[in-house]
C-alpha cells in the first residue's frame, strides 16, 4: 500500500503537471481561445471620467500586462486561468486618446474619448430603433455627433457566465444612429445638450425577456421563487448543444420524435405509417382530441410548371399552444403566442414547380387548443397573388402523449425566458467596466406575475450593483406606458401592478428614479413608437439624480390620505409646488368604502391636493389614480410631468397581483 507522503508528493506532481500544462494552453471559452484584449475595450470606445478604469483580458498565465493612456499607465499579472486586469486612472474628459496594451501581445485602441458611459438594458422598447420611432427618421439624419459612442451588445443566451461579450463601439452617425436604441439615443441626446461631455451608450436589450433573465443565479438563490428553474438550468448546463434559453424547446427536443434533426419535416419521410387527419382539428383521429400533446401535420402541394416563382406566405391563424412549420424540409416560423394569427412569409426559392411538402408541428396543451381559428383561415398565398385552401385531407402523426404524469416543460414560451440566461450571456462579459449608470426599460413580460416582480425589480438593481463593483451607482427606470384597450368601469391588471412595483423599488432603494410615461403609449401597440419623451424623462432623472442639475424629475408623488365623512383629501410632492389638470375634467380617480367596491370619483384640486368623493360611496376610505393598463392621465405637474398610477390602499389585488 502506497504510504501517506509518498500520495501527498503524486498528488504534487500532479498538481504541478497541470498547472504547466495551464501555463503552456491559453485560456478558452468553449472552443474558442480567449482573447489578448475583450473585445468590449475598441477603437471609438469611451471610458468613464473620474473613477478608476479596468481593463481585462486573457493570456498565459503569469505573464506581465501594461495599460497606458497619456501619462497614465499600470500594470498587472495574469492569474492561474489566464485572466489579466488592469485598473488605470484616466485623463480629464475629452479626447481623443489612444490606449497601449502591451505584453505578450500588443494592442493599441485608438480614438478613445472619456466621458460619462451608461448602460441601456430591458427588453423590446429599448431594442426598437431610432429609425422606427416618431420622428427617428428626421432625428437619425440630423445625429451626426463625434462624441456621442454606440455600443450594442448582441443577444446571447448561456447556462453560464460567459467572458467575453459580443459587440463593438461605433462613432454616432446618421447611419448608425438609425439602428440603435432610440431611448437610449434620446437619453443621451438629452444628456450632451446640458453636459458637454462625450457619452458612451451600451445598448444590451432583448425583445420579451423577463427581469429574471437579466439576474444571476446566485441573486435568484437568495430570493428562493426560482428554484426548480435554477436546478434544471444547472442540469442543461452540464449538456452540450444549443443553449436556447427557453425550457420548452429543451423538452421538444428531448421528447418529441420529429425533433430530431427535423425528421418528420423532411420531403423524403416515409409516411406508410401516418394517418388521415381532418385540419383544423385532426388531434382526434390522433387519440388526443382533449388531452395535451405533440402532433405532427404533413400535407402536399404540387404546383403546375409554370408556376411563378417568388415569395409566398403561409397563413395557420391562431394555433394554441405553439406551432413550428416548415416548407421543403426549411424551418419558416414558430410561436407560442397563440393569439397571434399565424402569416409566415416564405422565401423565394423555397417552394417550386412540382411538390412540395408542408409540416407542422402543434404543442397543445387545452382540450380545445391547436387550431382554432375557421378553415378559410387556412390558405397559402403564392408570389402572384393566388390562393390555396389548405382546410381538409392532412397526414398526422402522434409524436408525444403529454398528459399527466408526463412531465412537462417548466415554461411554454419558445423564445428565451430562462431565469440568468442574460445576465450570463451579456452582462457577466460586461462587468466590471466602469459605468456612470443604467437606465431599465423592462416589465412588460412580467406583467402576469407583477408581485414577484416587486422583489425581482430591487434585487436586480442590487445584483447589478455588486457585480460592476462601484457601490450605488444610479440606475433609472422607465414606467411602463398606456396599454390595451381602456376600461369603462375600475379594476385592476397586471400591467398597472408592475407600474406600483417599479414605483416601489425606486422609492425604496437609494440612487434610483422613475421616468413616468403612463401619459404615452398605444392601446393595441406593446411597442409604442413614441419614444424622445421616454429618453428624455430618463435624463431629466440623471440631470437632477446625478448630476445635480436644477431639474425637476418627477411628476406629482403621492404622500399621504386624510380622511373625512364622505370626502377624501389626497396629499402630494409635486417636485415643482404646483399641480396642473391636463384635459377638461380631473380624473381617473376611484374611491371604495368598507366593502372595497371601487366606484368612479369626481376630483378637484385645492392647492397642491386633490380632494375626491363620489354619491355612490358615502364613507370612502380608500382611493386610487389612473389604476388601469390604459387610464386617462389628467394629474401633472407644472413641470409637465405626470404622476404615475397609485393607490392608498394595501388590499389584495387579483390573483398574483
Not at 499607465?73 to 502591451?102: C, F, N, Q, R
Not at 382539428?281 to 409554370?306: K, M, Q, Y
Not at 404646483?578 to 368604502?593: D, H, N, Y
Request: one cysteine or more; proline letters at 8%; a negative charge.
Amino acid at each position: 500500500m502506497m504510504n501517506r507522503r509518498f500520495i501527498l508528493s503524486l498528488l504534487g506532481l500532479t498538481f504541478a503537471m497541470v498547472a504547466h500544462l495551464a501555463a503552456a494552453v491559453p485560456p478558452t471559452e468553449g472552443k474558442t481561445p480567449l482573447p489578448f484584449v475583450s473585445p468590449l475595450f475598441g477603437d471609438h470606445m469611451v471610458l468613464q471620467r473620474n473613477k478608476p478604469n479596468r481593463f481585462w483580458g486573457w493570456t498565459e498565465p503569469g505573464k506581465t500586462v501594461s495599460v497606458e493612456i497619456e501619462n497614465n499607465s499600470a500594470t498587472s499579472v495574469a492569474a492561474v486561468d489566464g485572466k489579466w486586469m488592469v485598473t488605470l486612472d484616466v485623463p480629464a474628459a475629452g479626447g481623443p486618446y489612444a490606449v497601449k496594451i502591451s505584453g505578450p501581445q500588443s494592442v493599441v485602441l485608438h480614438d478613445v474619448l472619456v466621458g460619462d458611459v451608461w448602460l441601456c438594458s430591458g427588453q423590446s422598447n429599448m431594442t426598437i430603433p431610432l429609425r422606427a420611432s416618431t420622428g427617428g427618421v428626421a432625428a437619425a439624419q440630423a445625429a451626426n455627433d463625434p462624441e456621442l459612442r454606440l455600443c450594442t451588445v448582441a443577444g446571447r443566451t448561456a447556462y453560464l457566465p460567459v467572458a467575453v461579450p459580443r459587440c463593438d463601439w461605433q462613432i454616432c452617425t446618421p447611419e448608425t444612429a438609425a439602428g440603435f436604441s432610440a431611448v437610449a439615443y434620446y437619453f443621451a441626446h438629452r444628456l450632451q445638450e446640458e453636459l458637454h461631455v462625450p457619452i458612451g451608450l451600451i445598448n444590451a436589450s432583448v425583445g420579451g425577456s423577463p427581469a429574471e433573465s437579466w439576474m444571476s443565479a446566485a441573486s435568484l438563490t437568495r430570493l428562493g421563487e426560482f428554484t426548480p428553474q435554477l436546478a434544471e438550468i444547472q442540469r442543461l448546463s452540464s449538456q452540450s448543444g444549443n443553449q436556447s434559453g427557453s425550457f420548452l424547446m429543451h423538452w421538444l427536443g428531448e421528447h418529441d420524435l420529429g425533433d430530431r434533426d427535423a425528421a418528420w419535416a423532411q420531403p423524403a419521410l416515409d409516411e406508410s405509417t401516418w394517418q388521415a387527419v381532418i385540419l383544423p382539428g385532426g388531434f382526434s383521429e390522433l387519440g388526443v382530441a382533449t388531452t395535451p400533446s405533440v402532433c405532427w401535420f404533413r400535407r402536399t402541394i404540387t404546383l403546375p410548371p409554370d408556376y411563378v416563382a417568388g415569395a409566398a406566405t403561409l397563413f395557420l391563424g391562431e394555433v394554441e399552444k405553439m406551432d413550428t412549420t416548415y416548407v421543403n424540409g426549411h424551418w419558416i416560423g414558430a410561436s407560442s403566442w397563440v393569439e397571434n394569427p399565424r402569416a409566415y412569409p416564405i422565401p423565394a426559392g423555397t417552394l417550386h414547380a412540382g411538390k412540395n411538402i408542408l409540416a407542422v408541428r402543434v404543442f397543445k396543451t387545452k382540450a380545445n387548443g391547436g387550431f382554432r381559428s375557421p378553415p378559410e383561415t387556412l390558405r397559402l398565398k403564392l408570389a402572384d397573388g393566388t390562393f390555396i385552401p389548405l382546410a381538409g385531407a392532412w397526414l398526422g402523426r402522434l409524436s408525444v402523449d403529454a398528459r399527466p404524469p408526463f412531465p412537462w416543460p417548466l415554461d411554454l414560451e419558445n423564445y428565451a425566458t430562462m431565469p440568468t440566461v442574460f445576465a450570463n450571456g451579456m452582462i457577466a462579459p460586461l462587468a466590471p467596466l466602469a459605468l456612470t449608470g443604467v437606465i431599465w426599460y423592462q416589465g412588460e413580460a412580467n406583467q402576469t406575475r407583477p408581485a414577484q416582480y416587486r422583489k425581482l425589480l430591487p434585487a436586480l438593481i442590487r445584483d447589478w450593483r455588486a457585480q460592476f463593483g462601484q457601490g450605488d451607482i444610479p440606475f433609472y427606470v422607465a414606467g411602463l406606458p398606456a396599454f390595451m384597450a381602456h376600461r369603462s368601469e375600475p379594476s385592476s391588471d397586471g400591467w398597472t401592478a408592475v407600474r406600483e412595483a417599479q414605483a416601489q423599488a425606486v422609492a425604496a432603494t437609494v440612487n434610483t428614479g422613475l421616468a413616468v410615461t403612463l401619459d404615452t403609449g398605444e392601446a393595441d401597440n406593446i411597442h409604442p413608437k413614441e419614444k424622445r419623451t421616454v429618453g428624455e424623462r430618463l435624463a431629466r432623472c440623471a440631470l437632477a439624480g446625478n448630476y445635480h442639475q436644477p431639474m425637476v424629475a418627477s411628476g406629482p408623488i403621492f404622500r399621504s390620505l386624510e380622511k373625512h365623512s364622505s370626502e377624501l383629501t389626497l396629499h402630494f410632492d409635486t417636485g415643482d409646488g404646483t399641480l396642473v389638470k391636463r384635459g377638461a375634467t380631473l380624473g381617473e380617480f376611484s374611491v371604495a368604502g368598507a366593502d372595497h367596491r371601487w366606484h368612479w370619483a369626481q376630483a378637484r384640486m385645492e392647492g397642491e391636493s386633490v380632494v375626491v368623493s363620489s354619491p355612490d360611496v358615502p364613507a370612502p376610505i380608500a382611493a386610487r389614480y389612473a389604476w388601469q393598463a390604459n387610464p386617462i392621465a389628467t394629474l401633472f405637474n407644472g413641470a409637465g410631468l405626470p404622476a404615475t398610477s397609485f393607490r392608498t390602499d394595501d388590499w389584495p389585488l387579483d390573483p398574483d397581483q
